[in-house]
């Protein structure tokens, strides 16, 4: 029996030993996803600035939740995931579950403090004041978001509705923002519409 398994896979390791020389012929040709993208000028596509990773007070971060949120906004961010270990993310505006392992955020004197309903608003629309002055446009909430890698075990109950609920949500989210970008007509002409995937 082992001889028989030990001539098999001779044959197989020799068989493949032969099939390289027909790959090695094959033309090969790496072709850019961004060849058709207009990157300046007229009709060039605007870029977005976002984060998909981000961590308060909620979990193991040092900042305040309402504190990094307005943070990111005062830096031009068009979207933002609060993305804490094993807590699913809510509207800014909503307290998060907190879980008992992260209670000693409380002790060491940190808050865990969520947007007003009208901070949620101003910071959605645009019209939350960075310096004074209203920013203009708004950031997206990108709720759903959970890192999950285990420090927790609670998160594993809600972690296959989260992670769909997540993309479908991102996917939402950059939707309206090229909405909010493209609005016009003169505008929609050089918007990337059909990059972002149809949820559902």
């Known amino acids: 029996m082992k001889k028989t398994l030990c001539i098999l896979l001779c044959a197989v390791l020799l068989c493949g030993c032969a099939a390289i020389p027909a790959f090695a012929s094959a033309d090969y040709r790496i072709v850019s996803p961004y060849a058709d993208v207009v990157w300046d000028g007229d009709g060039a596509w605007g870029a977005y600035k976002g984060n998909l990773h981000t961590h308060s007070t909620v979990s193991d971060g040092e900042a305040d939740m309402r504190d990094m949120i307005l943070d990111h906004y005062a830096q031009g ?26 209670l000693y955020q409380y002790l060491i004197g940190r808050r865990m403090t969520p947007l007003t309903d009208e901070e949620f608003k101003d910071v959605t629309s645009g019209t939350y004041p960075v310096d004074g002055v209203p920013r203009g446009k708004g950031m997206t909430c990108v709720t759903g978001g959970n890192e999950l890698n285990a420090l ?6 809600s972690t296959a509705c989260s992670c769909r609920r997540a993309s479908a949500t991102i996917i939402s989210a950059l939707r309206m923002t090229m909405r909010a970008r493209c609005g016009s007509p003169t505008k929609r002409a050089a918007c990337p519409s059909s990059t972002i995937p149809a949820t559902g």
């Open 77 to 102: 961010f068009d979207f933002l995931a609060m993305t804490e270990h094993g807590v699913t993310g809510k509207a800014w505006n909503e307290r998060p579950t907190h879980l008992p392992l992260y």
């Open 152 to 157: 927790t075990l609670s998160k594993c109950m």
